[in-house]
């Protein structure tokens, strides 16, 4: 049952997770239930509240204790089935403590599309966007778990103006969780050294008062308010990996791909329940690797907990867009859902739920409704 629902043996994604009454602590999910890791596998690291102390050991322990559990589960049941607690029994929790963040922009299809929208008849790409991975610092302070409420946020929305936002978006992307952290004026290793998985993100948008204050300097309080993850982090190793999209210029030495990090993921957003977009993460034009590689040559350090997003995730197609200014062309072409309403941006109370799959694994899902 547990390998056919995408939850089995090849997954096994970590999350902290608490039972009524007592201390939250790290897991993995297995099924429908989540194992206990700290008594199954004699460990107190797992009994912390976030994974931070575990993913800090290293790619060697994440790749030893990944086989240990795998061994438990498929070899040694009779001795951790007393240790695997139903999901319906069990609250999630932020599953790591968030140090920085940083969103990118990476997505060919969709920075192009933004460029038509916002500068039509021009080119769609600035000068810079095919010779470094663009990015921005966000706000590590309201990154939220799944389910966490969703406030409409308020701001300028251009001269004399102020009010609630009015063009609420959300963008599907995949974040990265850095587990391995650097020393200030040093630039990262090998990507697999440093990141210790994946986590599916929404990063909510608030695009009238981002239209209005962006210019000169990027995007503060439109993307400040909340960014949600998912409680559940899929080890890196897990994942099925693809060569990246070929990229022309060729890029700066520094970003030459040392490997296949592109990644066979498929996203679905799905607005109400109804499934809106199905974007693919195949379709990216800079990879993860890539965007630690620039995150850190300057110098910048890393730190344990650090979580880099890659930016809305979308495909050639219109039903492979990520996010609502897209799939609407910022408002002139509303999406119709099946009851009959139609949307152009987010209403008060429309939830909005990402999930993904990687082959035959489940990556979970974020959800949020705007209140």
Not at 47 to 57: D, I, V
Not at 178 to 197: D, R
Request: with cysteine.
């Amino acid at each position: 049952m547990s390998e056919r629902s995408g939850w089995g043996v090849d997954n096994l994604p970590y999350g902290v997770f608490s039972c009524p009454g007592q201390a939250p602590r790290v897991g993995v999910r297995y099924g429908d239930k989540v194992l206990d890791l700290a008594p199954a596998l004699h460990d107190e690291v797992f009994a912390a509240p976030a994974l931070n102390p575990f993913m800090a050991r290293g790619r060697a322990a994440w790749h030893d204790t990944r086989a240990l559990i795998q061994n438990k589960l498929t070899s040694d049941l009779s001795v951790t089935e007393r240790h695997l607690i139903p999901l319906s029994r069990v609250e999630l929790h932020l599953p790591f403590e968030v140090a920085d963040y940083v969103d990118f922009y990476c997505s060919l299809d969709h920075a192009s599309n933004i460029g038509k929208i916002f500068r039509p008849g021009s080119e769609p790409l600035l000068p810079n966007w095919r010779h470094l991975p663009v990015g921005y610092h966000g706000r590590s302070g309201t990154i939220v778990r799944s389910g966490t409420p969703v406030r409409r946020p308020q701001g300028q929305l251009k001269a004399g103006v102020f009010g609630p936002c009015e063009k609420l978006d959300i963008e599907a992307e995949l974040g990265f969780v850095v587990g391995v952290p650097t020393a200030m004026g040093s630039p990262a290793g090998a990507f697999e050294e440093h990141v210790f998985g994946v986590t599916l993100v929404n990063d909510w948008s608030a695009r009238d008062i981002q239209a209005w204050e962006y210019v000169p300097l990027g995007p503060f309080l439109a993307k400040s308010f909340a960014t949600s993850i998912s409680p559940w982090i899929t080890p890196l190793e897990a994942l099925p990996r693809i060569p990246g999209r070929a990229q022309d210029p060729e890029p700066a030495s520094y970003l030459r791909r040392q490997g296949d990090w592109g990644l066979d993921i498929t996203l679905e957003v799905l607005l109400n329940g109804e499934v809106v977009a199905r974007p693919p993460y195949s379709s990216m034009y800079w990879t993860p690797d890539q965007m630690l590689a620039h995150m850190t040559v300057n110098g910048a350090s890393l730190r344990t907990g650090d979580l880099f997003a890659s930016g809305t995730i979308s495909g050639p197609e219109r039903e492979e867009r990520g996010s609502l200014i897209e799939l609407t062309w910022n408002g002139t072409d509303p999406i119709k859902l099946s009851g009959g309403e139609t949307r152009s941006f987010l209403q008060d109370g429309d939830t909005v739920t990402i999930r993904a799959t990687a082959g035959a694994l489940t990556l979970g899902e974020v959800s949020g409704t705007v209140g």
